[in-house]
């Protein structure tokens, strides 16, 4: 079945650093891909977007591209700040029964 | 943008106990909700898909008798854990999807979450 897979955390960054966090999936289709974010106690919150191959999502300086030949979505930030700190969820959605299917989250921790 | 509202957040509660969790879109109607559950330090993993006016979809695993779910209007969900013991603690978040916006790219819009502890 479908299936997605992040790098693990938790992540430490200074901040102003480059971030990274990889994404990969597996899927049958041509599925739609998403980066959710979730800071402390909260629900999640749609960070980004991508539909299809060589689209790129971006929303608050984080970017990630639609890589069809090397199914990644790999997550993109030029340089972090403290306010960045929470756990980030790589998804994808089959465009049959709308299900998201979600990466086990990577804990990015920024310090001042 | 769209909003999704979750009541209560918080909630602890004595085993046994039957818990309700309501999931309202609040500028939307949704026609399809979804209910997850998520462990400390882990992903989220989808339990059901609720459809109003007709039954949720469970997933496998999720006992349907044990997770009650009714969407009886466009705007509400509502996720009842039934005879509650302490292994249903945990984190259980709805999203709802808007149906006004079309196509693959459409994302789910998720509420803050109730945090269920049984003691």
């Known amino acids: 079945g479908d299936s997605v897979t992040q790098m693990e955390g938790p992540v430490t960054l200074s901040e102003e650093a480059f971030l990274t966090i990889n994404c990969t999936y597996t899927a049958t289709g041509y599925p739609s891909l998403f980066w959710y974010v979730q800071y402390p106690g909260e629900g999640l919150q749609l960070l980004l977007k991508?539909?299809?191959?060589?689209d790129k999502g971006s929303n608050k300086g984080f970017e990630a591209t639609y890589r069809k030949e090397t199914t990644s979505f790999h997550l993109e930030k030029g340089s972090v700040q403290v306010s960045d700190s929470a756990v980030y969820f790589c998804a994808l959605k089959d465009n049959q029964g709308g299900k998201l299917i979600f990466g086990q989250g990577t804990e990015l921790s920024v310090k001042p | 943008g769209a909003v999704v509202s979750q009541h209560p957040s918080w909630v602890i509660c004595k085993s046994g106990t039957s818990v309700k969790i309501e999931c309202r879109s609040l500028?939307?109607?949704?026609?399809?909700m979804f209910w997850y559950r998520q462990f400390p330090k882990q992903s989220l993993m989808l339990m059901a898909t609720?459809?109003?006016?007709?039954?949720?979809?469970?997933e496998q695993g999720v006992e349907k008798d044990k997770f009650l779910i009714n969407h009886a209007s466009l705007t509400l969900s509502t996720l009842t854990v039934t005879s509650a013991h302490p292994e249903d603690s945990s984190f259980y978040i709805c999203?709802?999807?808007?149906?006004?916006?079309?196509?693959?790219?459409?994302?789910?819009?998720f509420g803050d979450g109730t945090r269920l502890s049984i003691l």
């Open positions: 999203s709802a999807r808007d149906p006004a916006r079309q196509g693959g790219g459409q994302p789910q819009h």
């Open positions: 609720s459809n109003e006016g007709s039954k949720a979809t469970y």
């Open positions: 991508a539909t299809k191959a060589d």
């Open positions: 500028d939307f109607q949704a026609t399809t």
